[in-house]
C-alpha cells in the first residue's frame, strides 16, 4: 500500500512540476514566439453579443476580429449593434431610404469579412443608388426573432424601410419548432433550459486554461485543425429535414408551420409601413450532397410566399450547376455549412439578378 501512495506521489508531483514548468515558459519565454491572433480573435467572440429585449443581439460599437474554425476574420458593428464595414450605412445615410436585411449567422456573416459577405456586397451596391441598407442578421436567429428585431430596429434608426430582405435559413425551422417559444410576456425565450445570463456567457475557464497552458495550446490548436473537415459540413438533421421524412415528421412540418406564422407578423408590419418583404431561400452542403434541387424548402415557400404577394428568390438553383464535390469545395467553408467569399458572391449575384439591380 505505501508503494502505491510512493507511485501516485511520484505522478502527482512530476505533473504538478510539468504544469508549473508549462505555465513559466508560456508567460515568460513563449510571448514573442507564439501567434496571439488567436486568442485576441476568441476573446472577439465572447464580446460579440448581449441579451436583447427579442432574445439577443450584436454588442454595439465593437471593432474586433473573430475566429470561426480555423478562419480569423475582421468584425465591426455599428452603434446600433448592426455588423457593418465598408459601405455600411451610418448617421450621414439615414436620410437615404432604408432597407433592411434579416436572417442568422448566414447573413451575419460568420467566417467572413463584411465586405466580402453577401450583405456586405448589396450594401455595397445599394450605396450606389444612395439607399441605406442595414444588416439586422445574428447568428442563431429565426423568424420568431425577425420581426421583433425588424421592428425594433425601426425605432432604433427612426426610419421605416421601404423593402425588407429576409434570408430564411434551413436552420431556422428547427429554431422554431424546438428551440425559441415565445414567453407569456410576449418574448422569445429558448425551450427547456434557463436563459443564459450575461456572466455564464462571459465564463471561459477551457480558454483560461489554453492561454496560460502551452500544452494545452498545442492540444487544442490540433483539434481545430484537425476537426474542420468536409464529412463535417453535411450529416446535419437541420440540413436533411427538407427531404427526410422522418425528420420531416417529427419537428420539420411543426416548425414550417410556426416560422409561416412568424413571418406573416413581418409581412403585417410591412403592410402597415407600407414595405415589400423579399423572402429568399438558399442551400446547405446536405442539400447538395442528396441532390435536393427541387427542395421542400424551395416549393413551400414559393407557395407561401405566392400566397402574400412576397417576392421570392430560389437561391437554389444556382448551386446545382456544377457537380456537388466542386460545389461544396467552391462554395462552402471546409468542415462548416457556411459560406466562402464565392458562396457569398454567387448568392448576392442571384438576388441582385431577381432584382434586375434596383434596391
Not at 37 to 54: L, Q, S
Not at 155 to 183: C, M, Q, T
Request: with cysteine; aromatic share 12%.
Amino acid at each position: 500500500m505505501r508503494k502505491a501512495f510512493r507511485i501516485v506521489g511520484t505522478i502527482l508531483s512530476i505533473g504538478a512540476i510539468t504544469l508549473f514548468l508549462d505555465a513559466v515558459v508560456t508567460a515568460t519565454l513563449l510571448p514573442g514566439v507564439i501567434n496571439t491572433d488567436r486568442d485576441a480573435a476568441e476573446a472577439g467572440n465572447r464580446r460579440a453579443y448581449v441579451h436583447a429585449d427579442y432574445h439577443h443581439d450584436i454588442f454595439p460599437g465593437q471593432d474586433m476580429t473573430r475566429v470561426w474554425g480555423r478562419i480569423i476574420y475582421p468584425w465591426k458593428s455599428d452603434r446600433y449593434g448592426f455588423r457593418t464595414g465598408t459601405c455600411g450605412p451610418g448617421e450621414a445615410e439615414k436620410a437615404w431610404p432604408a432597407i433592411f436585411v434579416i436572417g442568422d449567422s448566414f447573413v451575419e456573416a460568420i467566417g467572413s469579412s463584411y465586405e466580402q459577405s453577401f450583405a456586405g456586397l448589396m450594401a455595397c451596391d445599394a450605396a450606389k443608388q444612395n439607399k441605406a441598407m442595414w444588416n439586422l442578421g445574428v447568428s442563431s436567429y429565426s423568424p420568431i426573432i425577425y420581426w421583433r428585431k425588424v421592428k425594433a430596429a425601426a425605432e432604433k434608426i427612426g426610419r421605416k424601410p421601404s423593402e425588407v430582405y429576409v434570408f430564411l435559413d434551413l436552420s431556422d425551422i428547427e429554431d422554431e419548432a424546438n428551440i425559441y417559444r415565445e414567453g407569456p410576456d410576449g418574448k422569445a425565450l429558448v425551450k427547456s433550459k434557463p436563459e443564459p445570463s450575461r456572466d455564464n456567457w462571459d465564463a471561459d475557464p477551457k480558454h483560461w486554461v489554453i492561454r496560460r497552458f502551452t500544452t494545452a495550446r498545442l492540444l487544442y490548436d490540433t483539434y481545430v485543425s484537425a476537426s474542420f473537415t468536409w464529412d463535417r459540413s453535411v450529416g446535419h438533421d437541420r440540413g436533411r429535414r427538407p427531404f427526410d421524412q422522418k425528420l420531416l415528421e417529427n419537428w420539420g412540418r411543426r416548425g414550417l408551420e410556426i416560422a409561416g406564422g412568424n413571418l406573416d407578423k413581418l409581412v403585417g408590419l410591412c403592410r402597415g409601413w407600407q414595405c415589400r418583404v423579399t423572402l429568399v431561400v438558399y442551400p446547405w452542403p446536405d442539400s447538395i450532397v442528396a441532390k435536393d434541387r427541387d427542395s421542400l424548402q424551395v416549393r413551400h415557400w414559393r407557395d407561401w410566399s405566392a400566397a402574400r404577394g412576397v417576392r421570392f428568390i430560389d437561391g437554389f438553383a444556382p448551386f446545382f450547376k456544377e457537380p456537388a464535390d466542386a460545389t461544396m469545395r467552391r462554395y462552402y467553408i471546409k468542415g462548416d455549412v457556411h459560406f466562402t467569399a464565392a458562396g457569398n458572391q454567387l448568392i448576392y449575384e442571384t438576388v441582385r439578378q431577381a432584382v434586375d439591380g434596383k434596391w
